[in-house]
């Protein structure tokens, strides 16, 4: 079965603290992407990464990092320096290509870590 | 560039009145389109889906009813509100042939008394 887990519920850190949000996920598929957003509290979701199974290199971009390995099935973000504009829920989401939860490239999302940045 | 809003931004009605969210699209053709809903607690429970003109794949079984009469038009209605129906709800599109990911629009925020 697909599955998003983001064990991480809330985390909470100083200003200029290096923070990293965990997400595990399971799937039968070979063929997958996985993704990173961010809501703030403002609502919206906003898309940050994407990641396809076959592509294990580490990203960077500015103060965050990603870091996916198949061989623990985990993909994780990592922000370096964290700010207080960081604060915010994070969802981790597994789409399968060719799995019959791709119809309609649907979405599979964890519950989210709520992270939050104290000045 | 594309776009995705959403209106009302927020809405209160009584239990028993009926609903009608609207989501549209710009700057695409013929998406996918998807409702979302966001209890408080933070889980994103996917409504609703749909891959063209009058095509609505339903997710959960509920009051809830999905409609897409244009290709970037999606609406999301109900007869008669439940107090359960509270919650965010967010709209979402996907481009054809894209590498899955989805983009949100802001979001209706309904309160039902």
């Known amino acids: 079965a697909q599955k998003v887990t983001q064990a991480q519920t809330e985390i909470s850190v100083v200003e200029k603290e290096d923070v990293t949000l965990d997400c595990v996920y399971e799937?039968?598929?070979?063929?997958?992407?996985l993704f990173w957003y961010k809501q703030p509290p403002s609502g919206e979701l906003v898309f940050l990464i994407r990641?396809?199974?076959?592509?294990?290199q580490n990203e960077i971009s500015g103060r965050y990092s990603w870091n996916f390995q198949k061989s623990t099935s985990s993909f994780n973000f990592t922000i370096t320096a964290s700010q207080v504009v960081d604060s915010a829920v994070y969802f981790c989401a597994l789409s399968e290509v060719y799995g019959t939860y791709n119809q309609g490239g649907k979405l599979i999302f964890g519950q989210g870590t709520e992270l939050s940045v104290k000045p | 560039s594309q776009t995705i809003h959403q209106w009302p931004a927020t809405l209160v009605q009584p239990v028993g009145s009926p609903l009608s969210l609207e989501c549209t699209v710009e700057g695409t053709s013929n998406p996918n389109l998807y409702w979302y809903r966001q209890a408080a607690g933070r889980g994103l429970q996917l409504l609703f889906y749909s891959v063209g003109i009058g095509q609505i794949s339903s997710e959960v079984p509920q009051n809830l009813s999905a409609s897409r009469p244009q290709d970037r038009q999606f609406i999301l209605s109900s007869k008669k509100l439940l107090l359960s129906d509270s919650g965010f709800y967010l709209c979402?599109?996907?481009?054809?042939?894209?590498?899955?990911?989805?983009?949100f629009g802001p979001g209706t925020r309904l309160t039902v008394t």
């Open positions: 799937t039968r598929d070979t063929t997958y992407y």
């Open positions: 979402a599109w996907r481009a054809r042939g894209s590498s899955y990911e989805q983009y």
């Open positions: 990641r396809n199974s076959f592509d294990e």
